[in-house]
T-cell receptor
Framework: AQSVTQPDIHITVSEGASLELRCNYS??????LFWYVQSPGQGLQLLLK??????LVQGIKGFEAEFKRSQSSFNLRKPSVHWSDAAEYFC?????????FGAGTTVTVRA | NAGVMQNPRHLVRRRGQEARLRCSPM?????VYWYRQLPEEGLKFMVY????????ESGMPKERFSAEFPKEGPSILRIQQVVRGDSAAYFC?????????????FGPGTRLLVL
């Protein structure tokens, strides 16, 4: 079955420290991959996407993600987090039109 | 270019009432998707529509739920005779087309609370 896994439910990071959120997918063929961010009570904002080509993709708000086919992973990174990055982050995949989401990782930023 | 619009943002209904959730896709987008976010269950696909057509409703409960995307006007997700278990956040997304461009852009959601 097609699935997306985010192993970390909750991550706490200090402001200014680096952040990495893990995502693994299980699909027959490489799907299209996305990261979305959701602030409390808000909708989902697209951070970045990977379709093909360069395996390191840049997104908004200083985020980047690296696609690794051999590991079926699409991890999200940010070199230096800001307090405003506290939110829930969702990895998602699609190969036709149905987005499958991971369970989400909640990021807490401490001062 | 306005994003995906959803209204109402919050909706309170008593058990047995009807809930109507509206979604206006981004300008130029003709593909609409509805997802439900239940506590402890995450985001799940419900239905995929194009103008005047339901393409895939495999994620919709078989009873009480229906969706439409008319030629004119917003897409509507309708829940009849709501029950407490319908309390959730309902998100609409739209895309330009499928195929090469699969990016779905989400609206702010409608938070439904059933009393």
């Amino acid at each position: 079955a097609q699935s997306v896994t985010q192993p970390d439910i909750h991550i706490t990071v200090s402001e200014g420290a680096s952040l990495e959120l893990r995502c693994n997918y299980s699909y027959g063929a490489t799907p299209y991959l996305f990261w979305y961010v959701q602030s409390p009570g808000q909708g989902l904002q697209l951070l970045l996407k990977y379709f093909s080509g360069d395996t390191l993709v840049q997104g908004i708000k200083g985020f980047e993600a690296e696609f690794k086919r051999s590991q079926s992973s699409f991890n999200l990174r940010k070199p230096s987090v800001h307090w405003s990055d506290a939110a829930e982050y969702f990895c998602a995949a699609v190969n036709d039109y149905k987005l499958s989401f991971g369970a989400g990782t909640t990021v807490t930023v401490r001062a | 270019n306005a994003g995906v619009m959803q209204n109402p943002r919050h909706l309170v209904r008593r058990r047995g009432q009807e809930a109507r959730l509206r979604c206006s896709p981004m300008k130029g987008h003709s593909h609409v998707y509805w997802y439900r976010q239940l506590p402890e269950e995450g985001l799940k696909f419900m239905v995929y529509l194009q103008k005047e057509n339901i393409i895939d409703e495999s994620g919709m409960p078989k009873e009480r739920f229906s969706a439409e995307f008319p030629k004119e006007g917003p897409s509507i997700l309708r829940i009849q005779q709501v029950v407490r278990g319908d309390s959730a956040a309902y998100f609409c997304a739209s895309s330009l087309r499928t195929g090469a461009e699969k990016t779905q852009y989400f609206g702010p959601g409608t938070r439904l609370l059933v009393l």
